[in-house]
């Protein structure tokens, strides 16, 4: 970890330290500190993955997350191919 995240945990960890993961969470996306296109991008990818492991076609689920996210289906294709950075594990 970097010291400026090292400070960023101590900081959150002494000002929000007592919050379960969702008010914690919450709390950051509304201070700005969580990028939000990554969360788009994270949120894609896991609903697609998940309904690949159900038995979809990945193009199927795809379409589906297009449909799902009121999006295009280009910008499901993005997330999934083109931001290979992002994983949520």
Not at 21 to 35: A, F, H, P, R, S
């Amino acid at each position: 970890m970097t010291l400026y995240e090292k400070q960023l945990v101590k900081i959150i960890d002494a000002h929000y330290g007592e919050l379960n993961t969702k008010n914690l969470l919450e709390k950051l996306i509304k201070m700005g500190v969580v990028d939000y296109t990554r969360c788009k991008i994270l949120a894609v990818r896991n609903v697609v993955d998940e309904m690949v492991k159900k038995g979809m076609k990945k193009s199927d689920a795809m379409w589906s997350a297009a449909e799902q996210f009121a999006c295009s289906y280009e910008y499901i294709r993005k997330c999934m191919y083109y931001y290979t950075d992002v994983n949520i594990i």
